[in-house]
């Protein structure tokens, strides 16, 4: 039971074009949303996050949309840099009444960005 | 240093062997977790410790996976009789709390012959 869907394995854009990165999930109890990326033989680190309450995070050439309605959410990065070739995950936590609130992550979408 | 350390690196082993995997958090984070990326897969969550509640081991695939974690600090993540299936990159996290973004590791890459 996939709760958190990246249905794109991989998304190739030009340098200096936007790249967008899209993000589906099921469970409706989710209320934060954050997006990690990951270079190869390296840990994931943490981009950009937004609340249930937003629909729009910022920051720099990053910016994350979400769709409650839809449940959906994506990643801008604009003008995409060679730099941003990496694996972004999306990811989603929310409030199940107790302590624990861990993340859920999505399968990965491998961006490639062309010189 | 700084981040969060995760020893060994690598870990090749023999089928049915036992493997313990280690992760320092980054100190002060109150929060643990244990992740693991098998090929061509996404993170998936294994177990949780926040604080000195009872950890969410909800994510553990088997009665052979357990872990611990000393003095709210240090975790140990065992496998015991390992099958191929195994084979992942084991990724640790820690937070300064359950809300807080979470510093990942570089990884424990296992391979079960």
């Known amino acids: 039971d996939q709760q958190v869907k990246q249905n794109s394995p991989s998304l190739s854009v030009q340098e200096g074009r936007i790249s967008i990165l899209n993000c589906d999930y099921t469970?409706?109890?989710?209320?934060?949303f954050l997006w990690y990326k990951k270079y190869p033989a390296e840990g994931p680190t943490f981009l950009i996050s937004?609340?249930?309450?937003?629909d729009k995070n910022e920051d720099g050439r990053f910016t994350v949309f979400l769709n409650k309605s839809a449940k959906h959410l994506s990643l801008h990065i604009v003008p995409s840099q060679p730099g941003d070739s990496a694996v972004y995950f999306c990811a989603a936590s929310g409030k199940y009444g107790g302590a624990t609130n861990k993340l859920i992550f999505g399968t990965g979408t491998l961006l490639a960005v062309q010189p | 240093g700084a981040g969060v350390s995760q020893s060994p690196s690598n870990k090749v082993t023999e089928k049915g062997k036992d493997v313990e995997l280690r992760c320092d958090p980054i100190?002060?984070?109150?929060?643990l977790y244990w992740y693991r990326q098998s090929l061509g897969q996404g993170l998936e969550f294994l177990i949780y410790f926040q604080g000195n509640s009872a950890p969410d081991k909800s994510g553990l695939p088997s009665d052979r996976f357990s872990a611990e974690r000393t003095g709210g600090s240090v975790s140990t993540l065992t496998i015991q009789r390992t099958q191929q299936e195994d084979s992942a990159v084991y990724l640790c996290?820690?937070?300064?709390?359950?809300?807080?973004?979470?510093?990942f590791g570089e990884g424990s890459r296992l391979t079960v012959l």
């Open positions: 100190s002060g984070h109150t929060a």
């Open positions: 996290a820690s937070s300064l709390d359950f809300r807080g973004e979470l510093f």
């Open positions: 937004i609340s249930s309450i937003k």
């Open positions: 469970n409706s109890m989710f209320d934060y």
